[in-house]
């Protein structure tokens, strides 16, 4: 083993992430990351405009073998060095998950070690254990990414969370891709948008609608989030745009829509911060990466006396890192490793952290 690795303390964790379209294997030592190897298929997807999840899961065959091997030799050991495997169990698409569920069975039976099945969402959370340290006993995680823009109390990860809100329809991230695609961005659309809007967008050029923020919304929805109408509304001042035969001004509109998902998502996880009693905010998944979120958030939490702890960007989306950092964290607590026999569960709720 190297001497970086006898160097850190706590467990030798392998994860492994297979639950859309990245092939992600992480290797952590207690809350330290040695390696972030990670294999992505979005170019193959991008000429859909989309996911395919056909194709998503042969990439992750493909990948997986020499993902585990860089993700090794960057960490500087070998596969009989780690305590652990972790492995996305869920949520997910369910052939991508069944390609990484199947190698990390196949590794800790071949290697003898214990198999931990977490939850794809809680390991968003965790994550941010490698950029900042133990997680504060009570926060709220605000978790926004292609498939999930979610609330979560959270008092300890190991034991499990605690849902508030969720989305009724569109996810943020799903909303980027269509208003990108509307727009003619390429996919996926959040770090264009993004980018759009950074390069001259006017936030205040139209005023986009902020889905399930009327009162007789926050009656029923005070926690959830709807990003289909605003969606929607884009489209239709694009469409009116180009009807009438007028330039089309991507970067104003970009900046404009981006604002509204950020407002939304802020507002409504200061009010869940407020409404729990708790000082911290922690934002995961690939939204997070979004420059306005990160900028609002900061701004809006400091103002109300909240700590906002987002990971680096590239800790934000779907990588192998959080997978392994959730198994730390797991070991670390003595939580009993999951069974061999485990599923692959793509609809694996939340409040399930580990799968047992």
Not at 80 to 88: E, G, S
Not at 116 to 125: E, S
Not at 173 to 192: H, I, M, S, T
């Amino acid at each position: 083993m190297s001497k970086t690795v006898l160097a850190e303390t706590g467990p030798l964790i392998l994860g492994i992430e297979t639950s859309c379209d990245e092939t992600g294997v992480g290797i952590v030592r207690g809350q330290t990351l040695l390696a972030d190897a990670i294999a992505s298929s979005v170019e193959e997807h991008a000429r859909f405009g989309g996911v395919v999840p056909e194709v998503a899961s042969r990439a992750h065959l493909e990948a997986m073998v020499p993902t585990i091997r860089r993700a090794c030799e960057t960490a500087g050991i070998k596969p009989t060095d780690v305590d652990a495997i972790a492995v996305t169990s869920g949520p997910g698409l369910a052939g991508a998950l069944l390609v990484g569920v199947a190698a990390a069975k196949g590794l800790a039976l071949s290697l003898d070690k214990p198999l931990y099945g977490v939850n794809h969402l809680a390991a968003h959370v965790a994550v941010d254990t490698l950029e900042h340290g133990d997680l504060p006993k009570g926060a709220i995680a605000m978790l926004v990414s292609g498939g999930h823009s979610s609330l979560l109390a959270v008092e300890d990860i190991t034991e499990g969370v605690v849902p508030m809100g969720s989305t009724i329809d569109d996810a943020a991230g799903e909303a980027f891709d269509k208003v990108a695609r509307v727009l003619g961005l390429p996919f996926p659309g959040g770090p264009y948008v993004d980018k759009a809007a950074r390069d001259g967008g006017d936030r205040l050029y139209v005023k986009f609608p902020r889905g399930l923020t009327s009162q007789r919304d926050l009656e029923r929805h005070r926690f959830d989030f709807s990003f289909s109408g605003l969606k929607t509304a884009v489209a239709r001042w694009v469409e009116a745009k180009r009807r009438d035969g007028e330039d089309l001004p991507i970067n104003h509109v970009a900046a404009a829509f981006q604002e509204a998902v950020c407002d939304v998502l802020t507002r409504k996880a200061i009010d869940a911060c407020k409404d729990r009693g708790y000082e911290h905010l922690l934002i995961g998944g690939g939204v997070a990466a979004n420059s306005r979120l990160r900028q609002m958030a900061e701004e809006r939490c400091t103002a109300a006396g909240i700590a906002v702890r987002v990971p680096r960007p590239g800790l934000c989306t779907d990588n192998g890192a959080m997978v392994a950092a959730l198994g730390s964290e797991l070991v670390r607590a003595g939580k009993t490793p999951s069974p061999l026999g485990l599923p692959a569960d793509s609809s694996m709720p939340i409040t399930e952290v580990l799968n047992k």
